[in-house]
């Protein structure tokens, strides 16, 4: 991906230091500088999540024992009941 960067003065003559020891082009090094923080951003950022459990409520016998049979169950409850 081709871009342009403005880049701070004080980072500019800290990459091309960096440039100077390794031998390495500009662009090599300002993609490895941002490669690794932003590597170890993400590993330092990770939040780190508990294990949520949830705990078993017993609610006590089903009403209803077989379920294939729930138009019966409905036919014969009273609507005008619910009201």
Do not use: H, W
């Not at 100077?20 to 090094?29: I, P």
């Amino acid at each position: 991906m081709r871009t342009t960067l403005t880049i701070d003065d004080d980072l500019a003559v800290l990459l091309e230091r960096k440039r100077r020891d390794t031998g390495a082009s500009f662009k090599q090094v300002v993609n490895d500088t941002l490669r690794a923080g932003l590597v170890n951003e993400v590993e330092v950022c990770k939040p780190r999540r508990e294990t949520f459990r949830t705990r078993p409520l017993m609610l006590g016998k089903p009403l209803v024992k077989d379920l294939s049979r729930t138009g019966e169950l409905l036919s014969d409850l009273d609507v005008d009941d619910y009201s």
